[in-house]
């Protein structure tokens, strides 16, 4: 079974800063994908950015930036020049890759504020 | 083009009853799962389905059932309402290799 871990429950930054949000992961697979997933007051779940484990590049997305470390099994997000928009929960995930359907395995969560 | 819709939204139920969550997609994906959101917590799978007439269960399905009559439909039904079923529930849906799954906007339901 896979765990994922988010040590930070709540993080708050001045707007236009740079916040990177924490994640550690277990697992005894090889393939994976890992997932950040923004969830805004309305509930919505929102792709933020995801990585494929084979891959050392790490991924990019506009403002939005991972750190993967698979030896150490860290997967920490960068947000730079943060927004006011970007207030909402954000989730870590996991997932198995290879054939069959896998759910996500998601870590519980961190808060982050961005104060104006 | 719509994604993945909920219905419904928000729901009251007492301890005992009975109702069906349902879920439609339309992307044209094999995959379906149906996952839970408990304060503090990350979501949880409950059940999935690789395809039409198949499911099969997560990491939290007691108290649950699930059906995929149609490619586009996975439902999800509670038998007997408990308290500890009051959740925020989610549907979700994926293709096979392609793994990002797409997200509907949640049922709230609580169970007095």
């Known amino acids: 079974a896979q765990t994922v871990t988010q040590s930070q429950p709540e993080m708050s930054v001045q707007e236009a800063e740079t916040v990177t949000l924490s994640c550690t992961y277990d697992?005894?697979?090889?393939?994976?994908?890992l997932f950040w997933y923004k969830q805004p007051p309305s509930r919505q779940m929102i792709l933020v950015i995801r990585q494929e484990a084979y891959k050392q590049q790490n991924a990019t997305e506009n403002r939005f930036s991972v750190n993967f470390q698979k030896a150490a099994k860290s997967f920490s997000l960068k947000i730079s020049d943060s927004q006011l928009g970007d207030t909402a929960m954000y989730f870590c995930?996991?997932?198995?890759?290879?054939?069959?359907?896998?759910?996500?395995?998601f870590g519980k969560g961190t808060h982050l504020i961005i104060q104006p | 083009n719509a994604g993945v819709t909920q219905t419904p939204k928000f729901r009251v139920l007492k301890t005992g009853q009975s109702m069906t969550l349902l879920c439609a997609q339309d992307m044209n994906h094999e995959y379906m799962y149906w996952y839970r959101q408990d304060p503090g917590m990350g979501l949880r799978l409950i059940h999935y389905s690789v395809g039409e007439g198949t499911t099969a269960k997560g990491e939290v399905p007691d108290g649950y059932n699930v059906s995929r009559l149609k490619k586009q439909n996975f439902l999800l039904g509670l038998e007997s309402a408990a308290p500890s079923q009051t959740s925020v529930y989610f549907c979700?849906?994926?293709?096979?290799?392609?793994?990002?799954?797409?997200f509907g906007d949640g049922t709230r339901l609580s169970i007095l």
């Open positions: 979700a849906s994926s293709y096979p290799r392609v793994r990002p799954q797409h």
């Open positions: 995930a996991f997932m198995r890759a290879g054939g069959g359907a896998d759910g996500l395995t």
């Open positions: 697992t005894s697979e090889n393939n994976y994908y």
